[in-house]
């Protein structure tokens, strides 16, 4: 995601921006896992901007226990920007959990959880105003998927008519 250059004595970081759709797209065909690399390249992008000492990855891993504060740190980097949405960040991460509950459901029912992504919609959108709007940032926005997007998208495919097909033969 990020990549350090320095031009004429001015530092620029390379970070490519997942669009809203991509996100969404992506989200779905991975059955809501998707947000898990998102949540770890968002707490990796804060790491290195405000020269935290956390760890990215059990930060995504357990985010039950730090998505309201990744929620209220993009909202927060993203209005010292010039965002004037708001969001509720505890209530997405609410929306977050329940929709995560309903995975206990019964056939077909539980697929409702896959929906989860959609309560981090707000952030997403926050964190990629507030990129765009800062300074030394060369930002890389691309209207294709990349190669592990690919890979994710035709095994998700898959693994989606497999569950389909599961769902309608007895």
Same mark, same amino acid.
């Given at each position: 995601?990020?990549?350090? @250059? ?22 779905? @065909?991975?059955?809501?896992?998707? !947000? ?19 760890? !990215?990855? !059990?930060?995504? @891993? ?35 959990? %329940? ?22 919609? !707000?952030?997403?959108? %926050? ?30 495919? @898959? ?12």
């Amino acid at each position: 995601m990020e990549e350090t @250059i320095t031009l004429n004595e001015t530092e620029t970081t390379k970070i490519e921006i997942v669009t809203l759709q991509k996100f969404v797209i992506l989200s779905f @065909i991975s059955f809501g896992v998707y !947000p898990i690399w998102w949540m770890y390249k968002t707490w990796k992008f804060f790491k290195v901007k405000e020269n935290l000492d956390i760890m !990215p990855v !059990p930060r995504a @891993i357990f985010a039950i226990f730090f998505l309201n504060g990744l929620f209220e740190k993009v909202q927060g980097f993203a209005q010292s920007k010039g965002y004037t949405k708001s969001f509720s960040s505890i209530g997405c991460f609410l929306g977050v959990i %329940a929709l995560n509950v309903t995975g206990r459901l019964p056939e077909p029912y539980f697929l409702v959880s896959i929906l989860s992504f959609l309560f981090f919609i !707000p952030a997403v959108e %926050a964190l990629n105003f507030g990129i765009r709007n800062s300074e030394g940032y060369e930002i890389r926005d691309t209207e294709y998927f990349n190669a592990r997007q690919l890979i994710l998208l035709i095994l998700g495919g @898959i693994f989606w008519a497999l569950v389909l097909l599961g769902l309608y033969v007895e």
